[in-house]
Nanobody, 124 residues
Framework: QVQLVESGGGLVQAGGSLRLSCAAS????????MGWFRQAPGKEREFVAA????????YYADSVKGRFTIFRDNAKNTLTLQMNSLKPEDTAVYYC?????????????????WGQGTQVTVSS
């Protein structure tokens, strides 16, 4: 089992950057494929970025490719999302999650552990 706590959200102008962190507790963090999702008001939770089952390959939503980078530090039990060139449409609550079920990396139903979320607001 793993507990997740996100931090680093905030208000930023369009074109700016933010770095989100996810602190994980539990000795098995390194064994989980991790991912980031986001949910804007009135919309479904959507995939942002994730590690594959090999814990090395990374995947990104088309909307963030080239702007966002996901990386992890297993020694520190942390997952990070570096977000550059932010746009107003990136405004959402961002969640980190650990994938505990078989299935695709982009489907939130395959993630059994979630943080509480952190708000990101990008002003135009």
């Amino acid at each position: 089992q793993v507990q997740l706590v996100e931090s680093g959200g905030g208000l930023v102008q369009a074109g700016g950057s933010l770095r989100l962190s996810c602190a994980a507790s539990g000795r098995t963090f390194a064994s989980y494929p991790m991912g980031w999702f986001r949910q804007a008001p009135g919309k479904e939770r959507e995939f942002v970025a994730a590690f594959g089952r090999n814990l090395f390959t990374t995947y990104y939503a088309d909307s963030v490719k080239g702007r966002f980078t996901i990386f992890r530090d297993n020694a520190k039990n942390t997952l990070t999302l570096q977000m550059n060139s932010l746009k107003p449409e990136d405004t959402a609550v961002y969640y980190c999650a650990a994938r505990s079920y078989s299935g695709s990396y982009y489907d939130p139903s395959n993630y059994g552990y979630w943080g509480q979320g952190t708000q990101v607001t990008v002003s135009s």
